[in-house]
């Protein structure tokens, strides 16, 4: 099955929005594989943001998600990555749509609230990355009622 990796973000934490946005993706249906509060150091931040090093809010960004612990998770169910994304929104909450959890919770691009993998590679990458210890593993009782 699938798996995507989330992060809520410093100001997500701080702004007490753990347990709403844990919330949303539970009553989807996805299953918490993996889940943890931590800080994160410069060069940690640096590797997860990796692709985005020649851009001009790069240091800004490294300097926002090292700011306060953040909560890491892995989440699986069938196309959770994409869906993951929807849920999350666009990555400017200006342009998220209401609904969205940037959408709902955020206005700056820069304090947009939640990290989500863009793609099935970048989930198996970032799980990687922050779960070196792996993920716990465990079914789901009520899969029949979620899966036809
Ligand atoms: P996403 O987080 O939606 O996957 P991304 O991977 O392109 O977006 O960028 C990572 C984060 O960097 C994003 O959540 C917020 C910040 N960011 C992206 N584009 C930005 C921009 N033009 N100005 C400032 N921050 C930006
Ligand atoms: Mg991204």
Redesign the pocket.
């Known amino acids: 099955m699938e798996q995507t990796f989330i992060m809520i973000k410093p100001d997500g934490v701080q702004r007490g929005l753990v347990g709403e946005i844990i919330g949303r993706f539970e009553k989807k249906g996805f299953s918490l594989k993996g889940l943890k509060l931590i800080n994160v150091d410069r060069p940690f931040a640096e590797k997860h ?1 990796a692709d ?1 090093s020649a ?1 001009p ?1 790069f240091s ?2 490294v300097d926002y998600i090292i700011s306060g612990p953040v909560v890491a998770m892995v989440w699986e169910g069938k196309n959770v990555v994409t869906t993951g994304r929807k849920i ?1 929104g666009a ?1 400017n909450p200006a342009e998220s749509a209401p609904g969205t959890i940037r959408g709902d919770y955020a206005i700056d ?2 304090r ?1 609230v939640i ?2 993998s ?1 793609s099935v590679e970048s989930a198996r990458k970032e799980i990687a990355l922050w779960f070196p210890e792996g993920i716990v593993q465990w079914q789901s009782s009520v899969h029949p009622w979620i899966y036809e």
Do not use: A, E, M, V
């Open positions: 943001y985005l851009k809010f800004g960004l999350i990555t691009i820069g947009n990290h989500g863009d």
